[in-house]
Structures are given as structure tokens and as C-alpha cells.
């Protein structure tokens, strides 16, 4: 019987994948991952369990004692030229990591706002307003803030058109201070 670790195991899984790489059939990149604050460790897609809760709903979490609400929609306004606009999320914990904000091409509501500058109304950044057709028009004001860092969507949008990615949370969960002016 033999282990992964076993010095002779371990020495082959290590060969197997500097040729695997050296053939370009694997890479280093970084991407999106399940992260468990509690169990300090990421989670696969397949062991994540997707719940429907209703807007108001709650849930239980591991490490808290309450059921924690969820669902709700929260309004924010960045402000853009001498207006604003309002954005709906329900990732309001996330805003810190904002990089910019979408908006459907074809939107006339909003397609006068594309190629401006958002200010983020805590950080004060500037965030580019871009056009995508992925945004849903007839989601919340039809105006989606991207947090690549931290959204398997918006990190795809992110890199699609060259947005920076930050993040807003450690290993532990805790906001960092680690934000580009």
C-alpha cells in the first residue's frame, strides 16, 4: 500500500505535474474560490449547497449563534458628473472591493453614463462605468456594481475588460485596509 505522501509518491506526483506544466496543460492563475472563513480553507463548487431563501429570509451559519437575515436589497448612490446613480445589491458587506459599474449597452436610461467616472461613495476611487451585455436591465435599477474580488461573475466581467481586482476580506473574514487610492 502506498500513500501521497510517501517520499516515491510524492516525488512522481511532483513529475507528473512539471510535465503536465512544461506541455502547457496546467497553469497558476488566480480565480474565484468557495472560501470558508470558518474552516480557514477553500470548498469545492461540488460541496457547496445552494439555498433558495426568500427577501427577509434567514439562515444558520456555522460559528453563530442566530439565524442571520438575508435577501434584502439595498440602494446606493455613486454619484457621476453633477448627478448620481443608484445602484440595488444584496452584497452591500462587499462594497469596499468595488472596481466600477456596468451597465447594459442598449439601455438608454443609462447609456450616457458609459466611458464616465463613478466616485465610490466610501473610498472616494474613481470606477469607470462600462457597457456589457451580460448586465440584466430589469434587475434592481439595471445598474450592477462590480466586486471582482469577490463574485465569480463580476471577476469574468473584470477581466473581459480589463478592470482591476481587489479584495476586501482576509483569510478570517476581516475587512482589510489594503485598497489602491
Known amino acids: ?18 510535465r503536465l506544466f512544461d ?26 449547497k445552494h439555498v433558495d431563501v426568500p427577501p427577509g429570509g434567514s439562515i444558520s451559519v456555522p460559528d453563530c449563534a442566530d439565524k442571520i437575515e438575508v435577501g434584502y436589497m439595498e440602494r446606493i448612490v455613486y454619484p457621476v458628473d453633477d448627478t448620481g446613480v443608484e445602484v440595488c ?11 466600477a459599474l456596468a451597465v447594459h449597452p442598449q439601455d438608454n436610461r443609462y447609456s450616457h453614463l458609459i466611458g464616465k467616472l463613478a466616485v465610490h461613495p ?5 470606477l469607470p462605468v462600462i457597457a456589457d451585455s451580460a448586465v440584466d436591465r430589469n434587475f434592481g435599477t439595471g445598474v450592477l456594481k462590480l466586486t471582482p474580488g469577490h463574485c465569480k461573475v463580476d471577476h469574468t ?3 473581459k475588460h480589463s478592470i ?7 483569510k478570517s473574514g476581516r475587512v482589510t485596509q489594503n485598497f489602491p487610492d
Open 23 to 48: 506541455k502547457g496543460l496546467i497553469y497558476r492563475d488566480k480565480k474565484i474560490v468557495n472560501w470558508s472563513y470558518s474552516l480557514g480553507t477553500t470548498i469545492s463548487d461540488i460541496e457547496v
Open 122 to 126: 466610501i473610498t472616494r476611487r474613481q
Open 157 to 159: 466581467l473584470a477581466q
Open 89 to 99: 445589491t444584496t452584497r452591500l458587506e462587499s462594497i469596499l472591493a468595488d472596481t
Open 1 to 18: 500500500m502506498r500513500f501521497t505522501m510517501d517520499e516515491k509518491m510524492s516525488a512522481a506526483v511532483k513529475e507528473a505535474f512539471v
Open 164 to 170: 482591476p481586482i481587489i479584495e476586501c476580506f482576509d
